[in-house]
């Protein structure tokens, strides 16, 4: 049982890579980047911190959702300029899908529905969709299957220059007919796959690939770091997680009980892979398990966490929901602030050990 759970996993799997040097005094890192809507700004803000502390060199990145989009806009960013070209293209990508953008009428209406998830609750855009969504279906809705997302992302990412970089990049999906995850990997990477990852089934229509339908991989990897174990040598995992896992309250209204579901639904994988991690660790430091990199060797993963955090229960909700850029940029600090937290924290802790308590993030 050891032996199936592991190697399922991977943990014994020899890098696909060479684990490459980094400069001095750096270390290296796997950044595992979710989904949660407009709060994928707070992920730019700590992105954009880790890119100008220097101090981490990212060797694989996976993504799911809005954590899909920032992960793509971040690989061809360092793939085309290093870092201050990384910060520069985020800037411009968040600038532009905010409320105040410059995209065109058609682009920015989906691009509010993504990022805005829905309309701020009790306007009458709110009440309008909340009326014909009892009725119709996106496929009702949007019969030409409309989806000018594409053109957005394909207008700061190059796909085809970020498929033939090295670095590894993961895009969590879910396969509508099997209800399984589904990972495209960096040599799959496309404006398609990443809207795949992004599609909200109440919102859009599955987004098909080769003619498998893909709703967003939320549901079934937020985000997903066991590609990492196959494909780095990096045994470090940094998790950018921006749903909470725990709320102190109790959801009274059909928003709210709605939102925390989403909550729960999207972090349920994730806590998943922790407790397979905790597993192989724990076999690891009981001598159950052989460490190494070699054949029949198994490897010992360091999980870090930059979470966010400082909003109260009312306004993280509503948030979501909120893509003006004046929202967008107070979300950015916060990112910004909790990576430095981070980096002063648990710098050293990297390459040596996990700054979280894996066990009882993984106790029933």
């Known amino acids: 049982m050891i032996d199936f759970i592991s190697r399922a996993l991977g943990f014994d799997k020899p890098s696909a890579r060479r684990k490459p040097s980094g400069p001095a005094g750096t270390k290296r890192v796997n950044l595992a980047l979710q989904g949660g809507g407009a709060h994928g700004a707070f992920t730019w803000g700590v992105l954009d911190q880790i890119l100008e502390d220097g101090r981490l060199t990212i060797d694989g990145i996976s993504g799911t959702s809005a954590g899909a989009v920032n992960a793509v806009v ?4 360092l793939r085309k300029g290093g870092a201050d070209e990384a910060r520069k293209q985020l800037a411009d ?3 532009a899908a905010s409320l105040g953008g410059d995209l065109p009428a058609v682009q920015r209406a989906v691009t509010d529905r993504l990022f805005s998830m829905l309309p701020s609750e009790g306007s009458p855009t709110f009440n309008w969709l909340s009326a014909w969504s009892q009725y119709l279906s996106p496929y009702d809705l949007n019969p030409l299957n409309i989806n000018p997302l594409k053109d957005l992302i394909e207008r700061f990412v190059d796909f085809d220059g970020l498929r033939a970089d090295p670095r590894q990049i993961f895009i969590a999906a879910t396969n509508v007919q ?5 990972i495209f990997p960096h040599d799959k990477i496309s404006a398609e796959a990443v809207m795949a990852s992004a599609c909200l089934p109440a919102l859009f229509r599955a987004v098909e690939i080769d003619g498998v339908p893909y709703w967003d991989g939320g549901y079934v990897g937020n985000p997903v770091i066991y590609p990492f174990f196959r494909s780095t040598g990096t045994d470090d995992v940094v998790i950018v997680q921006i749903n909470p896992l725990e709320r102190k309250s109790v959801p009274h209204s059909n928003h709210e009980i709605a939102g925390r579901v989403n909550e729960i639904t999207f972090n349920s994988a994730l806590t998943a892979e922790l407790r397979g991690v905790e597993f192989v660790n724990r076999m690891i430091d009981q001598g159950r398990l052989p460490l190494g990199d070699g054949p029949d060797k198994y490897r010992r993963i360091n999980v870090h966490r ?5 909003l109260s229960e009312q306004n993280a909700a509503s948030s979501k929901l909120r893509n003006d850029f004046q929202s967008l940029e107070l979300l950015r600090k916060m990112g910004k602030r909790s990576a430095r937290r981070f980096l002063d924290a648990h710098f050293d802790d990297i390459g040596v050990k996990s700054s979280i308590d894996i066990p009882a993030e993984a106790d029933a």
Do not use: P, Q
């Open 93 to 95: 990508f968040w600038r």
């Open 178 to 182: 099997t209800g399984s995850l589904h």
């Open 74 to 77: 971040l690989a061809d960013g």
């Open 306 to 310: 930059i979470v966010l955090d400082g």
